[in-house]
């Protein structure tokens, strides 16, 4: 299968909302519509309709900046949906086993590093020995700030459990 192919599969399954919904949403940094619109296969005017749709919809937001209006995901809708998917896949119990989970990851990261944050490892790796001690902190470094945030949701679905899942939890 070619890229070709799979791009007439994609339009011939998706419509064209989705496919711009598709692009949009898992962009890591804001885009112009005519970028999202070759990458979703569909036209510039197409995709500004949909777009504005998406913003309307609270799923994404513009930027300004540079000559041309940019899309990237609302933070907001990101977040919600993320607490969607944990809840939808997990029970109470597998969250708290997940916080336990997390919560030991930073601690050996502050312990092999003698580091409190993302931030302090940060400034740690300004002042190693070798490029690539510097890398592997700045890594560490990133992947803190992702399992820092994971933990917040965790920690957002476990607290409001009974009112986001409908249910009750059982007593500890």
């Known amino acids: 299968m070619t890229d070709e192919s799979g791009a007439e599969l994609w339009k011939e399954h998706q419509s064209a909302f989705d496919r711009v919904r598709a692009v949009a949403i898992t962009v890591s940094e804001p885009k112009p519509a005519d970028w999202i619109a070759e990458q979703a296969h569909v036209a510039g ?13 609270n799923v994404l937001r513009t930027t300004t900046g540079g ?37 030991e990851q930073v601690e050996e990261w502050q312990t092999e590093y003698d580091a409190d944050s993302p931030s302090d490892l940060r400034k740690q790796a300004a002042h190693t020995d070798t490029a690539e001690t510097t890398r592997e902190m700045r890594q560490t470094a990133n992947d803190w700030d992702i399992l820092a945030y994971r933990l917040q949701l965790v920690e957002d679905a476990i607290e409001h459990y009974s009112d986001y899942a409908g249910s009750t939890p059982a007593p500890a």
């Open 45 to 57: 005017n197409t995709a500004r309709d949909h777009l504005q749709r998406l913003v309307e919809m």
């Open 67 to 103: 000559t041309a209006t940019q899309y990237e995901p609302d933070p907001l809708y990101t977040r919600m949906q993320a607490l969607r998917d944990l809840l939808d896949n997990r029970t109470r119990d597998d969250l708290l086993e997940l916080r336990g989970d997390l919560q």
